[in-house]
């Protein structure tokens, strides 16, 4: 079961309670066709978690573990190229957008949350979204959250992950692109569900504050200027170097935690 999900989704958690709210897991497979985060796409590497399409059963898993171990979130990673067919600043292909959207469907049905998550570490090819000297643009990326959010503007329980990881790039014209896919979201009709604001350095727990992201993601709000459920998108890993790479766990993380706790409880936000 564990090879067809990654686990590790971090948690939301109600800072205010020290509650753990939603726990999940990922349902991995759209996203393998990002082969690398540099934003690059293989269709032939794109394995759909479906049995209907002849690969694992992803719906089957999630069922299992809502019921079976009382989690109610799962994040559904996607390549932004799949679902345009590779098209910059396309439509969503409706072939493609409809075998995902039966993970999300089969998401939904479980009585549980679903992120859907576009996963291509803020890039299209190699070129960072609104940093490429006009390749590849804010509004490329806006286009693709509207409509989107158009399909799901009705679920309550789809939460909007902006993007996965982004790295290596400017912070402050990073959270400029994250305004333009957050009033994207919100004008197709999405007006309260949940959005995932994600930072620079891979989203990591320990550069939020020191990398800037904490700062920059902070001014990004809604069309009326509020920020509710705007919420940031942090991720800790439990090996050395808090990197993911290494395959046997050997630090809890707990100092860059309790650090970003503090500053959630003292900003009244968040992760």
């Not at 067809?4 to 726990?23: E, G, Y």
């Not at 959010?149 to 909007?160: H, W």
């Not at 989203?203 to 990004?220: C, E, N, R």
Request: proline letters at 3%; one cysteine or more.
């Amino acid at each position: 079961m564990v090879s067809m999900t990654r686990l590790a989704f971090a948690a939301l958690v109600q800072v205010a309670s020290a509650k753990v709210w939603l726990a999940g897991v990922n349902i991995a497979g759209f996203d393998f066709g990002c082969g690398n985060t540099n934003g690059d796409y293989s269709s032939s590497s794109v394995t759909a978690p479906l049995s209907s399409q002849g690969h694992a059963d992803g719906v089957g898993q999630m069922n299992h573990f809502a019921h079976d171990h009382g989690l109610n979130v799962f994040r559904l990673p996607v390549c932004w190229q799949y679902l345009v067919n590779n098209v910059l600043g396309g439509t969503l292909n409706s072939n493609n957008f409809a075998v995902y959207d039966q993970l999300v469907q089969g998401c939904l049905a479980t009585g549980a949350y679903c992120v859907v998550d576009i996963h291509n570490y803020a890039r299209w090819g190699g070129q960072i979204v609104g940093q490429s000297g006009g390749a590849v643009t804010n509004n490329h990326f806006a286009s693709v959250w509207y409509q989107i959010a158009a399909k799901y503007a009705g679920q309550p329980k789809v939460i909007f992950g902006v993007m996965n990881e982004p790295h290596d790039l400017d912070i402050n014209a990073w959270a400029t692109t994250v305004q333009w896919a957050v009033d994207s979201i919100r004008n197709a009709g999405a007006t309260s569900q949940m959005i995932l604001l994600p930072g620079t350095d891979y989203t990591s727990v320990g550069g939020f504050i020191p990398k800037g992201s904490a700062s920059a993601l902070s001014a990004v709000h809604n069309l009326d200027g509020s920020k509710t459920n705007l919420i940031f998108d942090v991720h800790q890993y439990l090996d050395s170097n808090f990197s993911g790479t290494s395959p046997e766990c050997s630090s809890n993380g707990v100092a860059n935690l309790d650090t970003l706790a503090a500053w959630l409880r003292s900003n009244g936000r968040q992760a």
